[in-house]
DNA sequence: CATAAAACTGTATAAATTTACAGTATTCGA
DNA sequence: TCGAATACTGTAAATTTATACAGTTTTATG
């Protein structure tokens, strides 16, 4: 979406506001009052950007005919389901739904991920629990993150000393993963901020 | 608030999802033709009548100036923490914040309880995670209930065989609770549909 | 530096919208 | 059965609102 300047930033967040307290949007002449403009086209004419730029939609010969557009209002996050191997993360091809309103429930999430298998069980992460996940580059010791090594997601609780890296399962079955990062390569995708589980299995 | 004529009823529901649909409510003129009528007064009567009823609030000289009424509109879901000896579960005592948006995850629950303690550590229940309860009169055998017992409040999983009901832990360093239905007293406020847990600790 | 976009003033008017007034027929509770 | 409330028709302003047109000044941007 393009661009706003300072002011049209503004004027969009007023809107914003003023739906928010008022269940209707304002007038030309409301909007004139509320940044002191002396000509209503001045409000006219930002409108009109605003939804030349995507922010909002007119609807002509309406009073108070202004939409302000979904994206500005809540989002979601987007569910990953099963990672195809090579692709980012976050790509099409792992899409498998989307989770409206779970952005207010964990602010600082990214994505959901869906958990395959039981390697985290001790640390409440079972399979098919969704965790939101917080996109970031570095990851502190008994932090639990999600990685990507030889093509395949992983979650594992890190553990760092210099160059070596253990990923630590949280399930006495399975055998944790060690890594030399001088060698091996790995890219961090996040790190778990949230779980969601949902339904039958409980 | 004072009952409805089932027009009046009709009106109303057309004006909730004119609202949902435009983010504009309507005008005289455009409710007047949704409903057919000959005459602007007729839909400007209907609106009086429902202001006077309370289901909305018209504010004068605004066009489009109609504000549905706040009805009780489940948005989000009452986080109950520790709860209070003898008091029902959604007392104002036991109401220890209150979730916006929780309840688009969870369309079946009720309310959240905050977990105490690790009796259902290994179904993936930890202390502090907030459970999605559903409230409902019976509970089916494997379900995880939570219970009201001698006044206090106990999540565990159900295991009923007839008049003997044990009430398991999932935590080997818990025992099972065995209740004699005849003779104990014992309360279910509901079953576990979903959790959600957050922050740091992960 | 030129040119476009941004950010306005100022005026005017057509169209949208509210809202008062004057009725009629029907239903419903007391 | 009587009065009040419901559910409308029909008309006509008064007011609100959108929006076109004609400008000016300032700020980005290639």
Request: proline share 5%; aromatic share 6%.
């Amino acid at each position: 979406m393009e661009k706003l300047s300072r002011r049209q930033a503004e004027i969009l967040q007023w809107l914003h506001r003023y739906v928010q307290e008022n269940d209707v949007p304002p007038t030309r002449a409301e909007l004139m009052q509320a940044f002191a403009f002396q000509s209503p086209n001045a409000a006219e004419s930002h409108l009109r950007t605003l939804e030349r730029k995507g922010y909002l939609q007119l609807q002509r010969g309406r009073a108070r005919g202004i939409r302000l557009t979904e994206t500005v209002q809540q989002e979601g996050l987007p569910l990953v389901g099963r990672v195809a191997a090579g692709q980012p993360i976050l790509s099409e091809e792992n899409l498998e739904s989307y989770l409206p309103t779970a952005d207010r429930l964990f602010p600082e999430a990214d994505f959901l991920l869906r958990v395959q298998g039981m390697s985290m069980r001790d640390a409440g992460i079972l399979d098919g629990d969704l965790l939101a996940v917080q996109r970031c580059l570095e990851v502190h010791n008994g932090q639990i993150a999600v990685v990507r090594l030889d093509d395949e997601v992983t979650v594992k609780r890190w553990q760092q000393e210099g160059e070596r890296l253990w990923l630590l399962p949280e399930n006495p079955d399975f055998a944790p993963i060690e890594v030399d990062l001088g060698r091996q390569a790995l890219s961090v995708e996040g790190v778990v901020v949230g779980l969601i589980r949902r339904g039958g299995k409980l």
